[in-house]
């Protein structure tokens, strides 16, 4: 069966101790991707996993790595990632100066063979991306304040998700409105430009996941709700159904 929501687990949440393990355990559970998050205790006040981390389970080939970085300076860090060629990484917004920058960064990631997401914290509007959502495979919109799992979803944090599926359907229209437009928008990005998929990051539950994954969310991190579970794989798979239920179209 066709699934329209991807289930990411946050490592952020495995036993340290036993983290190759972990990978493995989630992919067993039926996980899609391993969401690492970076953490650079500048950005966000926590410290966490790093290069080392990412060039070894890359290595392992365990599943796609989708690497969050919450870090100062992504246009000088970025290609250390890049080199172990992550499926996807995330740079935030808050991090890039303007649309140059921006643009910059996912230039970095597509030019390195990963797919170039970008991140926006809980108090940054949406409408900031939208200059250079061309650039993007894909949109975190984060349900909590980053640095920590474990904390409750964000209300609202749907309410972005929809004003951003709404925004995507106007552009579209538009587009396909001028044949034109799309051309040139492809010479610019040397690709087709494509509708980014949105990923939620932040205190997701079945419950708060159906709120998001009715407003148009694709996929799901989710950190102490997967690895404090005793049945990971029941946890993956409700996920993964009341995500696909309520998935707007
Ligand atoms: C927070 C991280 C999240 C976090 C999710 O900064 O980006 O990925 O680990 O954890 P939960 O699902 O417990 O909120
Ligand atoms: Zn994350």
Redesign the pocket.
Known sequence: MFQKVKIAP?ILSADFNNLGNALQDIKQAGADWA?V?VMDGHFVPNLTLGVPFVASASKRGVLPLDV?LMIDNPLVELPWFLAYKPHMVSVHIEALQNAAEAQKAAQLIHDAGSLASIAVNPETPIEQIYPTLDCWDMVLVMSVHPGFSGQSYIDGSDKKVAALVKHINSVRCEQRASSQTQTNKAAFLGRTPSTPLIEV?GGMNTETEALVCTAGADVI?SGSTIFKANNMTQVISDLRQIGNQSHAD
């Open positions: 946050s969401h998050d969050h990051d991190v």
